[in-house]
């Protein structure tokens, strides 16, 4: 797991194609922008149960999830 500490405004660029910056961070809810070319899909992670031809079983993984946290922002 890749666990990153970002302020608003700040940016992580994934394979160098795919930036995601923080836009905001209002008590719980941060608010990220995700610039990407129209060759990536991009997807909120509780909708890919719901992606065509998926199942839990077929979307479940073995390797640990990426996560971002933000700190040091004043909500």
Do not use: N
């Amino acid at each position: 797991m890749l666990v990153l500490a970002r302020s608003v405004g700040q940016s992580v660029v994934l394979d160098d194609r795919i930036t995601v910056r923080v836009l905001g961070v209002r008590g719980t809810l941060v608010r990220l922008g995700i610039e990407a070319g129209s060759d990536v899909a991009v997807r909120r992670g509780e909708l890919e149960l719901l992606a065509p031809g998926r199942t839990p079983d077929t979307t479940a993984s073995d390797e640990p999830s990426r996560e971002i946290t933000v700190q040091g922002v004043e909500a």
